[in-house]
């Protein structure tokens, strides 16, 4: 199955500050998924990513707190901007080959100060 | 959009014993339901999953069961042993090509006593 990264693997941010976090799958992927993770909480899907056009964002997400980029079919980011201790989670990215498993990044534990 | 309904939060069970998670979803749209475990920190992996022209799939010690009129699902465990440890989440999408992210339970401590 393909191998899929994440980077970072944490990091301690300042409260206002923004942080982008990358992804890269060693195959090409229609569609790239984020998932936030509240400590101790379930996963909860922020958006949808699909090269080429705008990331659709799940209710409670909007893109002016979480960019979203997907320039190729390998790659994707996702930028937590003006950061604030609610962010503090687990950010994941996903993506499924066809109508089955969803296959995990190893996440980014973010904790804001 | 679909919602996920998963009981109960915590479980506690001795090892060798069963163990069953439950799970119900809204959408009738809904057509593939994984299960996932996730140790501490690690991410979450596939267990089992079914879709829903199947009732019933087993792998091992593991086997699950969907009842699409009453839109629930469940995990069983047997034979318990400690490294089933971990916490579980149940999951449902349409499968629609891969297109469709998954909406996830609140998850299942489960907790093997030796």
């Known amino acids: 199955s393909a191998v899929i990264s994440q980077k970072p693997s944490r990091d301690i941010c300042q409260r206002g500050t923004s942080l982008t976090i990358q992804c890269q799958v060693d195959s090409q992927v229609t569609m790239m998924f984020w998932y936030r993770q509240q400590p101790g909480q379930s996963l909860t899907l922020i958006a949808t990513a699909n090269q080429g056009s705008e990331a659709t964002y799940e209710s409670g997400f909007v893109i002016d707190k979480f960019p979203i980029s997907r320039p190729n079919l390998t790659f994707s980011t996702l930028t937590v901007s003006n950061m604030s201790p609610e962010d503090s989670s687990i950010y994941l990215c996903?993506?499924?080959?066809?109508?089955?498993?969803?296959?995990f990044g190893e996440g980014s534990r973010l904790t804001v100060l | 959009g679909e919602n996920v309904e998963q009981h109960p939060s915590t479980l506690s069970v001795q090892e060798g014993d069963s163990a069953v998670i439950k799970c119900t979803y809204s959408?009738?749209?809904?057509?593939?339901f994984p299960w996932y475990k996730q140790e501490l920190g690690k991410r979450p992996q596939l267990i089992i999953d079914?879709?829903?022209?199947?009732g019933e799939k087993k792998d091992q010690r593991i086997a699950v069961t969907l009842n699409k009129t009453a839109k629930h699902f469940s995990l069983h465990i047997t034979e318990t042993q400690p490294e089933d440890s971990a916490v579980y989440f149940c999951a449902a999408s349409m499968t629609g090509g891969g297109a469709d992210g998954l909406t996830f339970g609140k998850g299942t401590h489960l907790i093997i006593q030796p």
């Open positions: 959408d009738s749209a809904s057509n593939y």
């Open positions: 079914i879709r829903s022209n199947v």
């Open positions: 996903s993506f499924r080959t066809g109508p089955g498993e969803l296959f």
